[in-house]
């Protein structure tokens, strides 16, 4: 079992910058790839970044450019720094492990408000 709990969101004016973060738990050892989703009021999760299990960035066209994800070597905090924050980036953000059976971990989720 992974345990994974976000924290850094909160309401942003567009072209703000936030990071959240992420931090990890539990069986470390059987996690590959950890990463970002998000999801929208009315619309479905959608990814955004994932880092590899050999710390290989993979972004989302919308978001390249803009958003840097990043761990730490034990896999324990995953990193979300988002940059020029967009209306259209307000969605709950989604922490997420892949465990190396193929079993994808969530977090409870952390707001991100872009508003002026």
């Known amino acids: 079992q992974v345990q994974l709990v976000e924290s850094g969101g909160g309401l942003v004016q567009p072209g703000g910058s936030l990071s959240l973060s992420c931090a990890a738990s539990g069986s470390l050892f059987r996690v590959n790839n950890m990463g970002w989703y998000r999801q929208a009021p009315g619309e479905e999760r959608e990814f955004v970044a994932i880092i590899t299990n050999g710390g290989t960035p993979v972004y989302a066209n919308s978001v390249k450019g803009r958003f840097t994800i990043s761990r730490t070597n034990a896999k324990n905090w995953v990193y979300l720094r988002i940059d020029d924050l967009k209306p259209e980036d307000t969605a709950v953000y989604y922490c997420?492990?892949?465990?190396?059976?193929?079993?994808?971990?969530w977090g409870q989720g952390t707001q991100v408000t872009v508003s002026s």
């Open positions: 997420c492990a892949h465990d190396r059976d193929g079993t994808v971990y």
